[in-house]
Nanobody, 130 residues
Framework: QLQLVESGGGLVQPGGSLRLSCVGS????????IAWFRQAPGKEREVISC????????AYRNSAQGRFTISRDNAKNTVYLQMSSLKPEDTAVYYC???????????????????????WGQGTQVTVSS
């Protein structure tokens, strides 16, 4: 059974950094793509970044550009989201989700995440506050 478990969230001051982890089980990352999403109170869930487990290609949405870095360790079946220069508006529950790899690009999968990403973790809370 496919399972995703996020960790690494917490309380951090503005300008600080956090690294989130998404550990997968029940599947092999080589054949999947992973996306990070977040959902702030009262807002819709939004995709932040996506990575191909097959070749490591990445895609970022505007909210992540320049401050967040997605990476993977296939040996550990784990995807990371390194977040820096955090702002109060980054406060949200962060989720990872998986998608079976398709004959497409990671950019396309990240542009239409609802179409592709269908298995979710339970989320990890990130709070940016002084």
């Amino acid at each position: 059974q496919l399972q995703l478990v996020e960790s690494g969230g917490g309380l951090v001051q503005p300008g600080g950094s956090l690294r989130l982890s998404c550990v997968g089980s029940g599947f092999t990352l080589d054949n999947y793509a992973i996306a990070w999403f977040r959902q702030a109170p009262g807002k819709e869930r939004e995709v932040i970044s996506c990575i191909s487990g097959r070749d490591g290609t990445k895609a970022y949405r505007n909210s992540a550009q320049g401050r967040f870095t997605i990476s993977r360790d296939n040996a550990k079946n784990t995807v990371y989201l390194q977040m820096s220069s955090l702002k109060p508006e980054d406060t949200a529950v962060y989720y990872c989700a998986s998608a079976q790899w398709r004959i497409t690009t990671i950019e396309a999968m990240c542009n239409f995440p609802k179409v592709f990403f269908d298995s979710w973790g339970q989320g990890t809370q990130v709070t940016v506050s002084s």
